[in-house]
T-cell receptor, first 111, second 116 residues
Framework: GNSVTQMEGPVTLSEEAFLTINCTYTATGYPSLFWYVQYPGEGLQLLLKATKADDKGSNKGFEATYRKETTSFHLEKGSVQVSDSAVYFCALRAGANNLFFGTGTRLTVIP | DTEVTQTPKHLVMGMTNKKSLKCEQHMGHRAMYWYKQKAKKPPELMFVYSYEKLSINESVPSRFSPECPNSSLLNLHLHALQPEDSALYLC???????????????FGPGTRLTVT
């Protein structure tokens, strides 16, 4: 079946620290992989995506590389800001258009 | 315009009330979705409409009744809800629904529902 395992939070970092949020997946077929971000009190925003192995998605300084050999899609950012504080969801889509979400990782960045 | 709008933003209703949540998109998307998100949990899929027809119903209780009057609008009619139905209800849309896996979903801001 399809599932996403995501690093448990919460994660607290100082401003300008390096961020990694781990995400691994199990899927049938060839999934597309996504990172969504949810700011407090808001809906989900697509942060980045990758549709095939070795693709790198990037946006707003965040990056994630689709690694088929390790079934992973880890989110990274070189220097986080207070405004990056949010909940981050890893998700996959395989076959039809259903999204399977991880449990979410809450990131808090302190000045 | 890559926006999905949802109204109302907040809703408080009693267990005997009937209310509706509304969702609208003008991106020409042919697939629309309802998700339910409890606090500190990921969104859970409830319904999928494709070309205005219900494609997926994830065993949702009948007190939730979806409706897709046209390709831009999606409603969720609520009746006789329970306090445990309190959650953030998210609408999403995508270009299409099916085996082509490149269609990303765009989410609205959600309606925060409280059932008293």
């Amino acid at each position: 079946g399809n599932s996403v395992t995501q690093m448990e939070g919460p994660v607290t970092l100082s401003e300008e620290a390096f961020l990694t949020i781990n995400c691994t997946y199990t899927a049938t077929g060839y999934p597309s992989l996504f990172w969504y971000v949810q700011y407090p009190g808001e809906g989900l925003q697509l942060l980045l995506k990758a549709t095939k192995a070795d693709d790198k998605g990037s946006n707003k300084g965040f990056e994630a590389t689709y690694r088929k050999e390790t079934t992973s899609f880890h989110l990274e950012k070189g220097s986080v800001q207070v405004s990056d504080s949010a909940v981050y969801f890893c998700a996959l889509r395989a076959g039809a258009n259903n999204l399977f979400f991880g449990t979410g990782t809450r990131l808090t960045v302190i000045p | 315009d890559t926006e999905v709008t949802q109204t109302p933003k907040h809703l408080v209703m009693g267990m005997t009330n009937k209310k509706s949540l509304k969702c609208e998109q003008h991106m020409g998307h042919r697939a629309m979705y309802w998700y339910k998100q409890k606090a500190k949990k990921p969104p859970e899929l409830m319904f999928v409409y494709s070309y205005e027809k219900l494609s997926i119903n994830e065993s949702v209780p009948s007190r939730f009744s979806p409706e897709c009057p046209n390709s831009s609008l999606l409603n969720l009619h609520l009746h006789a809800l329970q306090p445990e139905d309190s959650a953030l209800y998210l609408c999403a849309s995508s270009q299409d629904f099916g085996r082509a896996s490149s269609y990303e979903q765009y989410f609205g801001p959600g309606t925060r529902l409280t059932v008293t």
